[in-house]
């Protein structure tokens, strides 16, 4: 009894560790941040390796879920005489939900775990300690520029998702089933508000972006210094980061959109 | 690859990036519809706003002139305040009515304007005086029932009472 009660309190000490290091990493990465502007040539290949690499599965993503979407809703609207409208649900639910969050599941997968693996090999390396020996702050020549490209990329390819999730939808509905192309986007024009619906489309996919990056470089440095370790951490890596930006995302909606329109 | 490529290629990244952001803005929402600023602000005092929403488009002739920007009750005379923008540009006689009208059958209500004959136009920050409530089904339903009632209940008495 009394042993069951130390391990749960033992389990909630070490919770809560986890928790506090991960936030005071987090102020760390941030104090790094304005040290990271004088070298900006850093992050801008950081900005390559997680930015423009993950360009062709995110538009690939994005141009399949825009087919499907008008596929599968025009069955729907076409039984309410609402075909018309495809347009601006496809549109809407790309940006507002489904671009933010589809990117930063994709992101998490292909841009989070190749981070979490370099920075744990780094680690398991010792090439981090080698950096300290050096007296050069692992935060700023390492982990900074990764963070601060995470965060620029994420919302870029969110959006280009969307665009190209519509011109998708545009592809199917005006070439494919026949829906007038001028009602297509004018029905959009009408229901879609930039700053409500882009705006805090955009504002989602910064903080998904923070949430990604931040939670691939906290896993990948605190891996521990072993091979199952760095297999470990970027799993963990997915895992939260995934549920991280599903969670955040019904905050966000709540905060965002529930209040009468 | 060398730096100079890497920068390249970012740079076109981030240029194609931007590109998809001013075309969802410009071409799938409505940046240029309606502008912000050059607008003045007309209130309507209605007995029953129905299901307008802020935002709602405001319309003379089916045309859009412009929003619905706030809506509340006034705690006095318990009618619905609603303040709208009407973009500069279109002046309404002082005697204008405004409407709640339902676009199709399911579709959103919008303000509807219908301009009157007087020769001094409304200002900035006035009231539209006529105005015609939203129309609720349930009253409709309810106000066709009472006339059937009244209708068998007349019809009945000339009969002289009952079943023939």
């Known amino acids: 009894m009394i042993d069951g009660i130390a391990r749960l309190g033992a389990w909630g000490l070490t919770q809560l560790r986890g928790f506090g290091r991960a936030a005071l990493f987090f102020v760390d990465l941030l104090a790094a941040l304005p040290s990271i502007l004088r070298r900006f040539g850093l992050v801008v290949t950081q900005i390559h390796t997680i930015g423009n690499r993950s360009l062709v599965i995110i538009l690939a993503s994005g141009m399949a879920v825009g087919f499907v979407l008008a596929l599968q809703l025009y069955n729907t ?172 995302d019904f905050i966000l909606t709540a905060l965002m959109f529930s209040t009468g329109r | 690859m060398s730096k100079r490529n890497i920068e390249i290629l970012v740079g076109l990244f981030v240029l194609l990036g931007l590109a998809g952001l001013v075309f969802v803005a410009l071409k799938a929402a409505n940046l240029t519809s309606f502008s912000n600023g050059d607008t003045y602000t007309l209130t309507a005092r209605f007995d029953n706003i129905g299901g307008l929403k802020a935002r709602a488009p405001v319309r003379s002739a089916g045309v859009v002139v412009g929003r619905v920007t706030s809506i509340s009750l006034d705690a006095k005379t318990y009618q619905g305040v609603v303040r709208m923008e009407v973009n500069r540009g279109f002046e309404f006689p002082k005697d204008s009515s405004a409407k709640i009208l339902t676009a199709g059958l399911l579709g959103d209500q919008y303000i509807g304007l219908e301009p009157g004959g007087d020769p001094a136009n409304l200002a900035a920050g006035d009231t539209i005086k006529q105005t015609q409530s939203a129309v609720v089904l349930e009253n409709l339903i309810g106000q066709f029932l009472f006339n059937k009632a009244a209708d068998a209940g007349s019809s009945g008495g000339n009969g002289g009472g009952g079943k023939p």
């Open chain 1, 77 to 248: 609207l076409i039984t309410f005489g609402a075909a018309e409208s495809l347009g601006l649900v496809v549109n809407l639910s790309l940006v507002r939900e489904l671009g933010p969050v589809v990117t930063a599941l994709l992101f998490a997968g292909r841009a989070g775990t190749s981070l979490t693996a370099e920075i744990g090999l780094m680690k398991a390396g010792e090439q981090i300690a080698a950096l300290e020996l050096m007296a050069i702050d692992p935060r700023q020549r390492v982990l900074a520029p990764r963070f601060l490209a995470g965060v620029i990329s994420m919302p870029l390819l969110a959006i280009l998702f969307s665009a190209i999730g519509i011109l998708g939808a545009w592809l199917v509905a005006v070439g494919l089933i026949g829906i007038d192309a001028g009602n297509f986007w004018a029905i959009q024009q009408n229901g879609v508000d930039v700053w409500r619906d882009l705006g805090n489309g955009v504002v989602k996919s910064f903080v998904f972006g923070i949430i990604c990056t931040a939670v691939a470089l906290y896993q990948g440095y605190e891996t521990e210094a072993t091979p199952e370790g760095v297999a470990y951490a970027t799993t963990r890596t997915v895992v939260i980061s995934s549920l991280g930006v599903l969670g955040m």
